[in-house]
């Protein structure tokens, strides 16, 4: 369903904010506030998150929160009508904040709106199992000339080859890797770019690599790795996670921990950052734009980011205000936009983005699938022409809080799901 919203904030005397605070900055003096019951002030700096991003999910929340402490029927209404349209699930008839309005018809049928909000859409279907429980299923990619599929396992530290009918054999299982992540063809150059990190969902993990992640280069048809690119380790973990490719055979991959860009250009043996670390709280799938000059990226706590790959100046694609953008975990060009998919939202979902006319703004949006029963956490997909293959129950969710992935018996196996587009 494509939702769209006009939204007042509600503005009121708010502290004076420094002109370069950014929407971390406000959300992280909102949480101090919070905590020391500063009501009011916590209030101004969720507002200005809201407005800064364009439409936060979390600050929404939030300021319901707070009206409803201080009384405010009309703002509690307001916002929690704002989070109602983003499509997100929470409970709020459970959250004793809201004890005082229970019996409000207002209150209750808003509230009841956002708990429908996790019912499931149903419309991909189980395409291939893939079998081992433990895989930790990462990323998917098409080979069109072989007909195949290639998986990346993090916990096995392996690519797997996964025929249509589901057949599924090792494709490589690199010498000097670690879990495998990213994956990425580059069919013109007969080229498979992969992603490796040192960690503990890795089965074989060493504490002594901690830190280490590494871009892997291999021949597409054989499997020969041709090379070897290592991000300099260092006092903290990195991942390499995610990669798109250029026109012209460049690389760019997304450090998640970090938070920076790079670019390996072709022949180089380094890697460039065009957007150092720290410039996101923790970029996903990179897409390069149709015609070349942007790289889109995706910052699992915000949105989608604009990097202009000539002169690397950094923004924001606006957005309508009820998509609640953060946790894209996949993103994929598409004809009008992008396919996301998001594992960081409640419910897990798969959204179509359109794009206006200048690149620059999501026009619409609308869910295409969510919570649906082998969905479990997705992660990543590809497109093979009009169907969407994508990673359901790819083994997240049982990821602990340590980095080990717990097997118990009765655990269930990633699936390749196919949505019809």
Known sequence: MIRSIALVVFLAATPAFAQDSTWVDHLRAARAAMARDDLDVARAHLERVDALVGGHAGAMANLAVIAAVQGNRERMLHWLDAYAATGLQRHFTRDSTFARFVRDTAFWNVAQRIEANGDPIVRATVAITLNDPSLLAEDVAWDARRNRFLVSSIHRGKI???????????????????????????????????????????????????????????????????????????????????????????????????????????????????????????????????????????????????????????????????????????LYRTPTGFLAIQNGTNPHRVIALTLDKSGRAISTWRVLEQASPNLGEPDHGALVGRDFYFIGNSGWDRVDAAGILQTTADARPPVLLRLRL
């Open 160 to 330: 797997l080859a996964v025929d249509l009918k589901g057949n599924i054999k090792d494709f490589v299982t690199p010498w000097g890797a670690w879990g495998m992540y990213a994956l990425g063809i580059d069919a013109k150059r007969n080229r498979l770019w992969a992603t490796t990190a040192a960690g503990p969902e890795y089965q074989g993990y060493q504490v002594a690599d901690s830190g280490r992640t590494a871009l892997l280069g291999f021949e597409l048809g054989s499997g020969r790795q041709f090379t070897r690119v290592e991000l300099p380790a260092g006092s903290s973990r990195h991942v390499l996670g995610d990669l798109t490719i250029g026109p012209d055979g460049a690389v760019y991959v997304s450090e998640s921990i970090g938070g920076g860009v790079y670019k390996l250009k072709p022949g180089a043996k380094e890697l460039y950052p065009i957007a150092p670390n720290g410039t996101f709280g923790s970029p996903q799938s990179p897409v390069v734009s149709a015609e070349g000059r942007t790289l889109y990226v995706a910052d699992y706590p915000r949105g989608i980011a604009t990097i202009a790959l000539r002169g690397e100046a950094i923004g924001w694609l606006a957005k309508p205000h009820d998509l609640a953008a953060g946790g894209i975990d996949g």
